[in-house]
């Protein structure tokens, strides 16, 4: 049955706007369908399959952003080209840099909506936290991107585009095999990837091509709060690595924390993950747990994580968060030494539960923390918002 308000999904996405300029950009596009686009616009089939070629290795291997510098292209035809299509960006709007190196980008679509993206740098690596939606629609309780409606599902090239842009940023053009920067992807950003599934795998075929951005899918993950029914199809689909942001253990407090939780239960949402294709000793799925005073973080709670992870025999490590506070959230984060115990008694249990360091908290970058500038709310408007959401919660039970 299908539960009013934000828990269910927006069934059908406002499609996205047309560009102001009428040009159609071929980022995020298949191959296939830049080929396609050039023989409409004209060319011949040839001359077609050979520019969408060439299109697709400047654009994705040497980073091009126009025509002009495609210089394996005659010069009256990347005219011709610009006429027509457009290489796009993301707008930036604002880039700020935290004191421990985490950068989180401000941007912007064509059609005027603002979302974020993190680049989170190590000594030997980065990972990149990319947005799948402006807003979303699952409202977890404890989510500063929860308490945006859903504006819009991103497109596979404002997908791409993200990444693409932090290459620009990071000076990583040509698309090099090794040594990179910007080594790791989590689909952690803004939205809720698996409700917006075919751009986000359209946008991370991209990402993996070996002719196109390059990067291993061992090194991507996705994160889902817990849709079920697609769960599959991104194992099959995408083939990515897997994380789960389950946080708590009972029904009573992850209905309360997690919301979709009174669509798909826990149970069901471990027999998904059991079933995930992929999913071994070597490649094991992560369980976020985000740690929230008195909630969520007793003894109790740890031994019955270890429990059900057990019992559904998966192949699992825990990753604790310490829970990122933002303006007006109704939770506070477990002290240091519960979150260490909490830790050690799922160590004990023979899953590996490390403590996620908080990254790029003073620029509001960290997990949980990023919304639309746009949309960031006063007091008295957060207020109104936990009203209606315990209004729906009541409503449906
Ligand atoms: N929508 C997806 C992916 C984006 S959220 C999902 O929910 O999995 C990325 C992670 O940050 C999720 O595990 C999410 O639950 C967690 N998170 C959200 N708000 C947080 C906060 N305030 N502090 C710490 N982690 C948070
Ligand atoms: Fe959406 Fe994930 Fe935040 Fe929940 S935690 S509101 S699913 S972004």
Redesign the pocket.
């Known amino acids: 049955m299908p539960i009013p308000g934000h828990i269910d999904p927006v069934p059908i996405p406002r499609p996205q706007a047309l560009r102001n300029d009428k040009l159609v950009d071929l980022v995020g596009l298949p191959i296939g369908e830049i080929r396609a686009l050039l023989a409409h616009a004209g060319l011949d089939e040839r001359q077609a399959r050979l520019r969408a070629k060439q299109i697709w290795h400047q654009i994705y291997n040497r980073g091009a952003i126009s025509f002009e510098a495609m210089s394996d292209i005659a010069k009256p035809q990347r005219a011709w080209f610009a006429e027509r299509f457009v290489i796009g960006r993301p707008e930036v709007v604002v880039e700020q840099v935290s004191t421990d190196g985490t950068r989180k980008w401000l941007l912007k679509t064509p059609d005027g909506h603002d979302f974020e993206m993190v680049f989170i740098p190590d000594a030997d690596r980065g990972t990149l936290c990319v947005s799948s939606q402006v807003g979303?629609t699952?409202n977890?309780s404890?989510?500063?991107?929860g308490t945006m409606r859903l504006v819009r599902n991103l497109t596979a090239g404002e997908i791409v585009g993200q990444v693409m842009l932090a290459r620009d940023s990071l000076g990583e053009w040509p698309s090099l095999p090794e040594g990179r920067m910007l080594s790791n992807i989590v689909?952690?950003?803004m939205?809720?990837?698996l409700y917006n599934f075919d751009n986000v795998r359209d946008a991370l075929k991209i990402v993996m091509d070996g002719d196109g951005l390059g990067l291993s899918r061992r090194r991507i993950t996705l994160?889902?709060?817990g849709v079920v029914p697609m769960m599959a199809r991104a194992g099959e689909e995408i083939g990515v690595n897997l994380?789960v942001?389950l946080?708590a253990v009972t029904k009573e407090v992850r209905d309360e924390i997690v919301p979709l939780n009174r669509k798909y239960g826990i149970e069901q949402l471990l027999e998904a993950c059991a079933a995930y294709p992929g999913a071994n000793n070597a490649r094991r799925i992560t369980f976020?747990y985000?740690m929230l005073k008195d909630r969520n973080d007793s003894d109790d709670d740890a031994r019955e994580l270890v429990r059900l992870l057990r019992k559904y025999k998966l192949p699992a490590k825990v990753n604790l968060?310490?829970?990122?506070?933002?303006p007006g959230?109704a939770y506070e984060c477990s002290s240091d030494e519960r979150i260490r115990r909490f830790s050690e008694i799922v160590f004990d249990g023979g899953i590996s539960a490390p403590v996620r360091r908080p990254r790029g908290r003073d620029i509001m970058a960290?997990?949980?923390?990023l919304k639309s500038a746009a949309q960031k709310k006063s007091r008295s408007e957060l207020d109104r918002i936990a009203a209606d959401r315990q209004a729906e919660i009541e409503a449906a039970s």
């Open positions: 979303c699952l977890c404890f989510c500063f991107t689909m952690m950003g939205g809720e990837p994160s889902t709060s994380a942001s946080h976020e985000v968060i310490p829970f990122n506070p933002w959230a960290a997990c949980g923390q």
